[in-house]
């Protein structure tokens, strides 16, 4: 389990979309089949990440259903905290992306 969630966190640091999203699904406590502990304000954080994406699938919507589902239960100081771990993530990884194929096919 421990490796899982190690290469799921360092999956998601890459910017991967796919990585990203199951890692903050994890973190939201929405499965709880790696053992990741719930925290709602990392997940939150790099849910709202997807806000910024424009096209390319469901990810987007995916992301804003769940956080409608989480985001009653969270205190204002939370929805700050994530707001602030948001532009920290923004400003340390790389930008989101869908890493389509170029050169490959």
């Given at each position: 389990m421990?490796?899982?969630?190690?290469?799921?966190?360092?999956?998601?640091?890459?910017?991967?979309?796919?990585?990203?999203?199951?890692?903050?699904?994890?973190?939201?406590?929405?499965?709880?089949?790696?053992?990741?502990?719930?925290?709602?304000?990392?997940s939150?954080?790099?849910?709202?990440?997807?806000?910024?994406?424009d096209?390319?699938?469901?990810?987007?919507?995916?992301?804003?259903?769940?956080?409608?589902?989480f985001?009653?239960?969270?205190?204002?100081?939370?929805?700050?905290?994530?707001?602030?771990?948001?532009?920290?993530?923004?400003?340390?990884?790389?930008?989101?992306?869908?890493?389509?194929?170029?050169?490959?096919?």
């Amino acid at each position: 389990m421990e490796g899982a969630r190690n290469w799921t966190e360092r999956a998601a640091s890459t910017g991967y979309v796919e990585a990203v999203f199951n890692y903050a699904y994890y973190l939201s406590g929405e499965n709880t089949d790696f053992g990741f502990p719930v925290n709602l304000v990392r997940s939150h954080a790099l849910l709202s990440l997807f806000s910024e994406l424009d096209g390319g699938g469901g990810a987007k919507e995916d992301a804003d259903y769940l956080i409608a589902k989480f985001r009653s239960s969270m205190s204002p100081a939370q929805l700050d905290e994530a707001g602030k771990m948001a532009s920290q993530w923004k400003e340390n990884h790389p930008a989101l992306s869908y890493f389509p194929f170029k050169l490959s096919r």
